[in-house]
C-alpha cells in the first residue's frame, strides 16, 4: 500500500478499510483511484442536514465521516464518452439536495444521486432539397441512485420501480467506483492504440474480441469486494462491462 494512503479520510472509516482489504484478495495491479478518494467533497454532509432524515445509523455515519464524491463520470468507452461530452450534464451527481427518503413499492429508500441526461439532437426535413432545414430537439433523463435503508444494498432506478441492482453497501459503492475510475484510463488507452493501429476498424470489433480480458482487472476487484455486483443476472457493474447492454 503506498504512504499517500494513509492520509485518505476513507482510510480511517473501519469498514471502508475493511472492504478494501477484502478486495484485496485477488492478485490483480489495480489500485482505486486516491485522487477520487481524496475529494474535497467526500465527508461533505454536515450533521444538521441529515437529522430530519428517518435513516440507520450506519447510513448517517458513512455520509458524515466518508461520503460521496461530487460526480461520478460513468463512460464506458471512448465512442460513449465522446457522445455524452456533447450533454450539458454527464455521469452520477451526489448533490446534497438529492437527499429524500421516498418510498417505492413499499420500501424505503434515501435518493443520494442521479444522473440526468440532457441532449440535444436534430431532424433533417427535406434531405437535399433547397428548403432542408433541422429541427432541433431536446430530450431529458433521469435515473435514481438510491440506498434501501432495510437492507443499506444500493440501486438505480431506471423507471418509476424499475431497479438495477448496484452494490451491497454504501462502502462498496465507494470503492467500486474508484476502482472503475483507476480502471477505466488504461482501458482507453488500450482501444486508442489499436484505432490507430487499424484505422479501417472501430472500437467494438477490439472491445468485444477482447472482453474477458479487457475487463479482467475490475471484474476480478469487484468480485473480490462485493461478490453480489458480479452474480447478479443484471446489475450496474456488469452494465458498465457489456457495451452489449443498452
Not at 62 to 82: A, C, M, Y
Not at 91 to 102: E, H, N, P, R
Request: charged share 30%; aromatic share 16%.
Amino acid at each position: 500500500m503506498k504512504e499517500s494512503f494513509n492520509v485518505a479520510n476513507w482510510m480511517k472509516y473501519p469498514s471502508m478499510f475493511q472492504f478494501y482489504k477484502q478486495s484485496l484478495t485477488e492478485e490483480i495491479d489495480l489500485e482505486p483511484d486516491i485522487k477520487f478518494l481524496s475529494e474535497p467533497s467526500l465527508g461533505r454532509y454536515p450533521e444538521y442536514r441529515l437529522k430530519n432524515l428517518e435513516i440507520p445509523e450506519n447510513i448517517r455515519n458513512f455520509l458524515v465521516k466518508v461520503g460521496l464524491p461530487d460526480q461520478f463520470i460513468d463512460w464506458r468507452s471512448p465512442d460513449e464518452e465522446e457522445d455524452f461530452k456533447k450533454e450539458v450534464t454527464n455521469g452520477i451527481i451526489f448533490w446534497l439536495s438529492c437527499l429524500t427518503i421516498k418510498q417505492i413499492a413499499k420500501k424505503k429508500y434515501l435518493i443520494i444521486g442521479e444522473s440526468k441526461n440532457l441532449s440535444r439532437s436534430y431532424i433533417i426535413c427535406n434531405y437535399k432539397q433547397p428548403d432542408e432545414n433541422k429541427i432541433w430537439e431536446k430530450s431529458e433523463s433521469c435515473t435514481l441512485i438510491l440506498v434501501e435503508l432495510k437492507t443499506g444494498s444500493i440501486w438505480q432506478c431506471i423507471y418509476k420501480d424499475t431497479f438495477i441492482f448496484v452494490n451491497s453497501s454504501l462502502e462498496q459503492y465507494l470503492l467500486s467506483m474508484a476502482y472503475w475510475r483507476a480502471f477505466y484510463p488504461s482501458f482507453t488507452q488500450k482501444i486508442h492504440t489499436f484505432l490507430q493501429e487499424h484505422p479501417d476498424k472501430i472500437e467494438e470489433d477490439y472491445i468485444f474480441k477482447h472482453q474477458k480480458t479487457l475487463y479482467k482487472p475490475f471484474i476480478k476487484r469487484l468480485k473480490a469486494l462485493d461478490p453480489e455486483a458480479v452474480q447478479k443476472r443484471t446489475s450496474y457493474w456488469k452494465f458498465m462491462c457489456d457495451l452489449t447492454l443498452y
